[in-house]
């Protein structure tokens, strides 16, 4: 047992893992989560941590049952993910990836806001690079997106905080509300991290553009880490019910039309984060166990599926659905780990999406909220669709391209083993799981109910994908990029910035064209009047000059008098 704070062992790993040699980092990259986690596991319940700075109260770590959950799982998905990424030759990543998750761990164990938002702003910096470490034109710009509108979720954070001391002169990170200005801007600040609808596109632009590996670190920590801070802050707003429903809906009918299959994975962790943040809507009880169960497991799950498409990705070079199928003969074991995790996310019986998904559902029918539970079925159905039969359907069946390659890295199948393992005895056996949520539970899943309602849909959901495939009504696989609300920053703004641009350089052309032309008149108009033969530059006679002064000295005169 180690009495440090929990965050310090992998940040501090993070550190210090690009100086090692390639083989001792190789050992220590598993192990620094390991040691984590054994530190974690000592700390009592109960215990805080304050110190002062510049006259602030901080309360750098807070432990209950809540952060000790996440605190459980961060590390065992960053042992999943250093397992995974034994196998590369590169400081970078893995060093990064641990800093990055270090910072997620600092962030749920913070008891104020000022020490979250430093965490939260950790989070931002330490993960963009894994999707830089790819080192591609398009992993460059979608890194500096998702950057921009990580930092800007921040700001958001800072504001809030600062208003919030102002108004109530503490920093506690507790329940919140929607009450004022302050714990609306702190929201929001969540809510783009949590990937809310028009603020969910940097998820789907950014994960697909990251390293094998570094997609299944991405995947783990910084929306669960926004899910966590809702839970905290802003259990039972009603609000979350509506826009939790609305995360669940309308990823499915992007992830359905979608090529890249880790953009379907992409759009598919929007409809579960939708699940979760409907249950935090729900408030305490089955409300808020459901949603931050549903987390757990889905890092999990959705790990798999990212490891497994990862794999696939590393072994052949490809991603889009269109140019795989067959792969079953190549990669089995992939093959089937992504199947466990495909039907995790579908919530399969004895899988672990079945015992949490259907706490946040059963949550919705306690509280009489029908049309929510509707439009939850009504996603549940569809993530079978993309996620359960799409990604294992494309990629290692579908149309078999006559691709043959080499079985996944022994790491990143071993990694993908301890994933499948998880899924399986989570649903298998809820309890463990169950004894470490926040609040007290009396639910069963295995009601003879639940599994039959299950397993209608599921059946029901593969029929209708078997007759749209058969009779070529499924949207086909087509080698393209399809966008939606980031429609706004990447055609619309650059149009605008465009067209702007263009009208005010040819407004500048207008107005100096103008001047020119005025300019010449004005120098004609001198030249006619003063030039060597103008008006005013000829000898006048003594005649004239004498009209002149009489003309004048008759104008005063009648002017006076």
């Not at 220590?28 to 986690?37: C, F, V």
């Not at 590996?213 to 899910?227: C, D, E, P, Q, R």
């Not at 004895?350 to 929510?372: E, H, P, R, T, W």
């Not at 080499?406 to 083993?417: D, L, Q, W």
């Amino acid at each position: 047992m180690f009495d440090i704070h929990p965050a310090l062992p992998m940040i501090l790993g993070g550190i210090v893992l690009p100086l090692l040699p390639l083989s001792i980092r190789r050992v220590m990259l598993p192990i620094i989560p390991l040691i984590g986690l054994w530190n974690v596991y000592g700390i009592p319940h109960g215990q805080d941590e304050t110190i002062y700075l510049a006259e602030f109260q901080l309360n750098i770590l807070r432990v209950d049952k809540l952060s000790m959950l996440f605190g459980y799982l961060f590390h065992i998905a960053a042992f999943l993910a250093a397992v995974y990424s034994i196998h590369l030759n590169d400081r970078v990543q893995p060093s990064t990836g641990l800093l990055y998750a270090g910072s997620a761990v600092g962030a749920i164990f913070a008891g104020d806001l000022l020490t979250l938002f430093i965490f939260w702003e950790l989070l931002a910096i330490t993960s963009v690079f894994q999707i830089w470490a790819r080192k591609t034109k398009k992993a460059a710009s979608s890194g500096m997106r998702y950057l921009l509108m990580h930092i800007s979720s921040g700001l958001l954070l800072l504001v809030g905080a600062i208003l919030y001391y102002q108004t109530n002169e503490t920093l506690a990170f507790d329940h919140l509300g929607l009450g004022s200005l302050s714990t609306k801007l702190i929201f929001l600040g969540i809510g783009i991290k949590c990937a809310f609808p028009l603020f969910h596109t940097w998820l789907v632009d950014s994960y697909p553009e990251a390293t094998p590996t570094g997609t299944v670190f991405l995947s783990s920590f910084t929306t669960k880490t926004a899910v966590y801070a809702l839970a905290r802050g802003y259990a039972g707003v009603e609000e979350l019910i509506w826009i939790g429903s609305a995360m669940a809906m309308f990823p499915i009918f992007y992830a359905v039309i979608e090529n890249d299959l880790r953009r379907v994975l992409g759009y598919s962790m929007i409809n579960q984060i939708g699940f979760m943040v409907v249950g935090i809507g729900f408030g305490e009880g089955m409300g808020v166990n459901g949603a931050v169960a549903h987390a757990f497991n889905d890092v999990i799950f959705k790990g798999l599926l990212f490891m497994s498409m990862g794999a696939v990705l590393l072994r052949t070079g490809r991603i889009n659905g269109s140019d795989l199928g067959g792969l079953y003969k190549s990669m089995p074991w992939t093959c089937g780990f992504c199947i466990v995790g495909a039907s995790s996310i579908s919530a399969f019986p004895l899988f672990s999406g079945f015992i949490s998904k259907s706490m946040v559902m059963q949550a919705a029918a306690d509280q009489n909220y029908l049309y929510v539970w509707l439009m939850l079925l009504f996603a549940s159905a569809g993530v079978f669709h993309h996620a359960g039969i799409k990604i294992p359907f494309f990629a290692f069946f579908g149309h078999d391209q006559g691709i043959r390659c080499k079985e996944a890295p022994k790491n990143m199948v071993i990694a993908m083993g301890l994933g499948a393992v998880l899924c399986i005895g989570i649903g298998s056996f809820p309890d463990y799981l169950y004894s470490l949520l926040p609040y007290a539970i009396n639910y069963e899943p295995y009601t003879a109910t639940h599994v039959i309602l299950q397993l209608q849909l599921l059946f029901f959901s593969a029929l209708a994908f078997a007759v749209l495939q058969l009779t070529h009504i499924y949207p086909p696989e087509l080698p393209s990029t399809n966008i939606d609300s980031d429609w706004i920053y990447r055609k619309l703004l650059p149009n605008l910035g465009r067209n702007g641009a263009n009208f005010f350089i040819q407004l500048e052309k207008t107005f100096n064209q103008l001047l020119s032309n005025t300019s010449r008149l004005i120098l004609k108009v001198v030249k006619y009047y003063h030039g060597e033969d103008g008006l005013f530059s000829r000898a006048w006679t003594t005649s004239s000059n004498s009209a002149i002064v009489i003309s004048l000295l008759v104008f005063y005169l009648i002017y006076f008098f």
